[in-house]
T-cell receptor, first 111, second 117 residues
Framework: GDSVTQMEGPVTLSEEAFLTINCTYT??????LFWYVQYPGEGLQLLLK?????DKGSNKGFEATYRKETTSFHLEKGSVQVSDSAVYFC??????????FGKGTKLSVKP | NAGVTQTPKFQVLKTGQSMTLQCAQD?????MYWYRQDPGMGLRLIYY???????DKGEVPNGYNVSRLNKREFSLRLESAAPSQTSVYFC????????????????FGNGTRLTVT
């Protein structure tokens, strides 16, 4: 079946460091791709999305580009802040019309 | 602006007990979902409802039942709780009419942390 693979965590960075969290998907065709973020004690919330190849989703300084050739949607941020500490989930539309989540990557940013 | 509200926030059950997790949304969304979140497993869909009166199984439906009471409310019931159902349960909703969640963003509640001993 379809799956989403994202890099294992936890990831620990210093404030102002560059962040990359890798994500690849297996669904065929052109699924919509998403990054969700979960802050401590809260539910997930949509961070950004892209719906077609070469689209770039962006929000709050985070970016991700839909790369069909590598079936990837890596999340990046140029300068992380302590407030970015959270768990990040990559998700893909599935071949059956469902939404498939990766296992999540926990990010901790130290001052 | 409440969004998606789940009750209770925490619950401890003994094996074999039953309980119902409540969920309500005030965004006039068509579709509602129940997920469970387990360490190292990400989120897995238990059941979903594309509209009032309809429900469908997701990836891990065994041991659960659901009711879409009206457009606002979608409850999850554990008839005979088992330790394997210890998890964090999230309710979500979105505007999709098809009952799948990849066209419009999901809005999540803050979760119910359930422990079954």
């Amino acid at each position: 079946g379809d799956s989403v693979t994202q890099m294992e965590g936890p990831v620990t960075l210093s404030e102002e460091a560059f962040l990359t969290i890798n994500c690849t998907y297996t669904a065929t065709g052109y699924p919509s791709l998403f990054w969700y973020v979960q802050y401590p004690g809260e539910g997930l919330q949509l961070l950004l999305k892209a719906t077609k190849a070469d689209d770039k989703g962006s929000n709050k300084g985070f970016e991700a580009t839909y790369r069909k050739e590598t079936t990837s949607f890596h999340l990046e941020k140029g300068s992380v802040q302590v407030s970015d500490s959270a768990v990040y989930f990559c998700a893909s539309g599935g071949s059956q019309g469902n939404l498939i989540f990766g296992k999540g990557t926990k990010l901790s940013v130290k001052p | 602006n409440a969004g998606v509200t789940q009750t209770p926030k925490f619950q401890v059950l003994k094996t074999g007990q039953s309980m119902t997790l409540q969920c309500a949304q005030d965004m006039n969304h068509n579709s509602m979902y129940w997920y469970r979140q387990d360490p190292g497993m990400g989120l897995r869909l238990i059941y979903y409802s594309a509209s009032e009166g309809t429900t469908d199984k997701g990836e891990v439906p065994n041991g659960y039942n659901v009711s879409r009471l009206n457009k606002r409310e979608f409850s999850l019931r554990l008839e005979s709780a088992a330790p394997s159902q210890t998890s964090v349960y999230f309710c979500a909703s979105n505007a999709d009419r098809r009952g799948f969640s990849y066209n419009s963003p999901l809005h999540f509640g803050n979760g119910t942390r359930l422990t079954v001993t």
